[in-house]
């Protein structure tokens, strides 16, 4: 019995240790460096025009509203998935939604580095009916992710098609972040 005893207890030991090495993954990588490695421009991001807000904070966690791909004009790209846009051409919208999506964050909470991790992400995708890969169009968001926070970037998601989406963008992408304990 005391050889089982030992051993459940060893396990409960190395489990604790990874589980706090897990968490504190998070605070080893620097997201903002990150961010100027990859060479990306975080402009400074509009406020809604319509009654509802860019971002609502509830103890640490942050949901952020819906955004869109944006070009370093502030224009935004546009065209549907399957007629107008390819794969190819998608997967670099959500990647430009991912950086705007980062911008809307960085306002709202001054320091990439007080995420903790990025929790869900809800990628909706402007195609013809015809069109089956949003997965691999919303890879452009969840792959940018990963490159700036690494694994804590990583995160549930949904991809969804929808006839048409406002303004004529190809992509809307919404996410739902958890702040360290420190960042509220």
Same mark, same amino acid.
């Given at each position: 019995? *005391?050889?089982?005893?030992?051993?459940?207890?060893?396990?409960?030991?190395?489990?604790?240790?990874?589980?706090?090495?897990?968490?504190?993954?998070?605070? /080893?990588?620097?997201?903002?460096?990150?961010?100027?490695?990859?060479?990306?421009?975080? /402009?400074?991001?509009?406020?809604?025009?319509?009654?509802?807000?860019?971002?609502?904070?509830?103890?640490?966690?942050?949901?952020?509203?819906?955004?869109?791909?944006?070009?370093?004009?502030?224009?935004?790209?546009?065209?549907?998935?399957?007629?107008?846009?390819?794969?190819?051409?998608?997967?670099?919208?959500?990647?430009?939604?991912?950086?705007?999506?980062?911008?809307?964050?960085?306002?709202?909470?001054?320091?990439?580095?007080?995420?903790? /991790?990025?929790?869900?992400?809800?990628?909706?995708?402007?195609?013809?009916?015809?069109?089956?890969?949003?997965?691999? *169009?919303?890879?452009?968001?969840?792959?940018?992710?990963?490159?700036?926070?690494?694994?804590?970037?990583?995160?549930?998601?949904?991809?969804?098609?929808?006839?048409?989406?406002?303004?004529?963008?190809?992509?809307?992408?919404?996410?739902? *972040?958890?702040?360290?304990?420190?960042?509220?």
């Amino acid at each position: 019995m *005391v050889k089982i005893t030992g051993l459940v207890f060893l396990s409960l030991i190395l489990f604790s240790c990874t589980q706090e090495d897990s968490d504190d993954a998070s605070d /080893r990588i620097d997201a903002e460096q990150r961010i100027r490695d990859l060479g990306i421009h975080l /402009r400074t991001p509009g406020e809604p025009s319509a009654n509802f807000l860019g971002a609502v904070r509830v103890d640490n966690i942050l949901y952020l509203s819906g955004r869109g791909p944006v070009k370093e004009d502030g224009g935004y790209v546009t065209g549907k998935l399957g007629v107008d846009l390819t794969v190819e051409e998608g997967y670099e919208a959500a990647r430009l939604t991912g950086i705007d999506l980062l911008a809307a964050l960085k306002a709202e909470i001054g320091d990439l580095n007080k995420v903790k /991790r990025i929790v869900k992400v809800l990628g909706v995708v402007n195609a013809d009916p015809h069109f089956t890969q949003h997965p691999q *169009v919303i890879n452009g968001f969840s792959d940018l992710m990963v490159e700036v926070f690494g694994e804590n970037g990583k995160h549930a998601r949904s991809a969804l098609g929808m006839g048409s989406l406002p303004f004529g963008i190809p992509v809307e992408i919404e996410m739902i *972040v958890e702040l360290k304990d420190s960042a509220y």
